[in-house]
């Protein structure tokens, strides 16, 4: 094949270059799961200073920021998604003061600081809720939250039909001593009580919130169910997919409790407070000091999205539609063409994301036949992904995204290519998804299986004593950092590869336009200031010829002779270009 044969669609340039431009249009950001990732004081449990120690491990990966999954004040309920007080650290994770230490330490070794915040919900322990319960229906203590009489004879049915996205009913009943009691929401666990976004005293405290971060020298936010926090007036009742992951790319009416337009004026409010600790319209303003927020919004159709990512709201929102895009080139290309265009429509970025905590690793979920839907949790007894395929085609998505325009999050241990926990015995299940769901539904556990340092260590080096929140499968071993740091062709390595030289061409920065490959390929130039990179994915059946002209400059796997592989990617230039 010759270079000719890629011809160029240059009708079909997408996503503005914004070369030079803010730090979080093209940041490659690391998450964190606390619970997870190095444990200090050998409890089993992750904590803040096992995260500091390994700070140096993710500057030398490449990374521009990390994102720290919830460290508050919770009863665990929901992995700490309940917050009992938004401004302390549970003592499972430390203090305040190991808080700070954290955010100072990053910012030494330049790596910005993202925390989560959850708004949509406090959890049953929050001194707000607890007030609520133990004040008369009606009361400005119970408007704060979603409290509502049940419906049926002597209100002893839920007020509408509305499932928990955990599975089971979304409304709880709280228990008052002589009168029927009222019913709570909770889109989430019974642990989890919705908060009313109607009301003045919510408002106030999350602005109050978000300063307080802001003030201990944080970069941003990641906002939990972003698009949950306003629900439909009346509450109508609603007969639709609950589950937030399977609304996707469905042809449905917009639920009640998802996507409301209201939403957006609260995070308009929130964007100034941010925009206040380093404001725009300065003379001196600096654009790497900009504080961000990513809306984790599950969103349908992209142009939907794309309101989150206005001026004046959200600087990012996760791009679900990527994640779930089908293994085939035809999906790919339309999900990838879908958000740019939809972004590009209001100015903004596009943040790329493969794995989160929420979802089966992106080596399992590949692994498993093209056109299974995603599912939620992998056990014995369910048919397995082949780990094989998984990880080449794994590492083939991750080429492909960290080589598009944008911004791009990766999920801690995707570097070393783990996958998922798919043996893991139900007994050590903690999801309340699994029991929410009368055992039909996995969830996430599989996801969030502490990571592997040294091979030889106890938990693989997650912690220096043994125990372990949840159980390491055996294959982790043998992916433990120790193992591939330094080994060439190794995941780790990959990533090393990919990251530096992502950062050397400015992909993050430049337009993509599509080129014209083959039926079964994904192929696109990324043109920067800097340059042009060309990208190829094959999703076909048999290997493909690299232009003779070809300068390899990263690959997803092995290339012999200027060939492709199937499931394979590679960056390269040619034809002069460079
Ligand atoms: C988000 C989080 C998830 C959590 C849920 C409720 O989807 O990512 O882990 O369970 O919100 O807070
Ligand atoms: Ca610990």
Redesign the pocket.
């Given at each position: 094949m010759t270079s000719s044969t890629f011809s160029d669609r240059a009708d079909h340039v997408l996503h503005t270059a914004h070369q030079g431009g803010a730090w979080w249009r093209s940041a490659v950001i690391y998450q964190i799961y606390p619970r997870s990732f190095a444990d200090a004081n050998g409890d089993g449990i992750g904590d803040l200073a096992g995260i500091t120690t390994r700070l140096p491990y993710l500057r030398a990966l490449g990374v521009d920021a990390i994102w720290l999954s919830p460290f508050y004040t919770s009863p665990q309920a929901?992995?700490g998604?309940d917050v009992a007080d938004y401004r302390d650290i549970d003592p499972l994770f430390g203090s305040l003061a190991d808080a700070d230490l954290l955010i100072k330490s990053a910012h030494d070794l330049a790596l910005k600081v993202i925390v989560d915040l959850?708004p949509?919900?406090s959890s049953d322990e929050h001194p707000w809720f607890q007030t609520a319960l133990a004040s008369a229906p009606g009361s400005p203590e119970r408007d704060r939250y979603m409290f509502r009489d049940g419906s049926g004879p002597g209100g002893g049915e839920p007020p509408n039909n509305w499932q928990s996205v955990f599975g089971g009913p979304a409304w709880s009943r709280a228990a008052e001593p002589g009168t029927p009691g009222q019913w709570y929401l909770h889109l989430?666990d019974a642990k989890?009580p919705d908060f009313n976004w109607q009301n003045a005293d919510v408002r106030h405290e999350f602005e109050d919130v978000l300063r307080f971060w802001l003030d201990r020298g944080v970069d941003g936010f990641r906002v939990?169910?972003a698009h949950g926090l306003v629900k439909a007036p009346g509450l109508p009742d609603w007969s639709g997919p609950m589950n937030m992951l399977d609304l996707v790319d469905k042809d449905l009416d917009r639920p009640p409790m998802w996507d409301q337009d209201p939403v957006h004026e609260i995070y308009r409010s929130w964007r100034k407070i941010l925009d206040s600790y380093n404001p725009p319209s300065a003379v001196d303003h600096d654009a790497a000091q900009d504080r961000v927020m990513c809306a984790?919004a599950w969103v349908d159709p992209p142009e939907r999205a794309a309101l989150y990512v206005r001026d004046g709201e959200f600087h990012q929102a996760f791009n679900f539609d990527f994640l779930q895009s089908d293994w085939t080139a035809r999906s790919l290309h339309r999900n990838i063409t879908r958000s740019l265009e939809a972004n590009d429509g209001v100015g903004a970025p596009t943040t790329w994301v493969l794995s989160?905590?929420?979802v089966v690793r992106h080596a399992s979920r590949l692994g498993l036949p093209i056109g299974t839907p995603r599912p939620n949790g992998i056990g014995v007894g369910d048919p397995q992904p082949d780990p094989v395929l998984g990880l080449r085609r794994a590492r083939a998505a991750t080429t492909l995204m960290l080589a598009l325009p944008g911004g791009a999050y990766l999920y801690q241990g995707e570097e070393l290519g783990l996958p998922e926990h798919t043996t893991m015995p139900d007994a050590a299940r903690q999801d309340p998804t699994w029991e929410r769901t009368r055992h039909a539904e996995r969830g996430?556990d599989g996801a969030r299986v502490p990571i592997p340092w040294e091979e030889a260590a106890p938990t693989y080096g997650f912690g220096p004593t043994g125990r372990s929140w949840l159980p390491q499968p055996e294959v982790y071993g043998e992916l433990a950092v120790d193992q591939q740091d330094g080994r060439e062709g190794s995941t780790l390595e990959l990533y090393r590869l990919l990251l530096r030289t992502r950062a050397e061409h400015h992909l993050g920065e430049g337009s993509l336009i599509w080129l014209d490959a083959g039926q079964d390929v994904v192929s696109f130039e990324n043109a920067t200031v800097q340059g042009r990179v060309r990208v190829l994915l094959n999703l076909g059946g048999a290997p493909l010829p690299l232009p003779d002209d070809a300068v390899l400059l990263a690959a997803s796997g092995p290339v012999d002779e200027g060939v492709v592989p199937v499931d394979t990617t590679v960056w390269f230039t040619a034809g002069g270009h460079q």
């Open positions: 929901d992995a998604y959850v949509n919900h989430f989890q939990d169910v984790e989160n905590h929420d996430r």
